[in-house]
């Protein structure tokens, strides 16, 4: 049986950490910050953990990086 192809997208844009959780970076930092307010740009800082109901899908996409459920 060949091998499974790990979706480059998926693999560019998602992080699995050490336990097997899968983060990702947040939407709308690239520009266009100065018309929101800064404690809106702080708090689209940093990464944020992959949901529950999308972690089989991630799995799917990623087969060889441990994602865990």
Same mark, same amino acid.
């Given at each position: =049986?060949?091998? =499974?192809?790990?979706? +480059? ?17 947040? !939407? ?27 972690? +089989?899908?991630? +799995? ?7 994602? +865990? !459920?």
């Amino acid at each position: =049986m060949p091998k =499974m192809k790990t979706n +480059r997208l998926a693999y560019k844009k998602l992080r699995v950490n050490a336990k097997g959780k899968v983060s990702h970076a947040r !939407a709308f930092t690239s520009h266009n910050t100065g018309k929101r307010s800064a404690k809106r740009n702080r708090q689209l800082k940093g990464c944020r953990l992959v949901g529950s109901t999308e972690i +089989r899908a991630v +799995r799917g996409l990623l087969p060889y990086h441990g994602a +865990r !459920a």
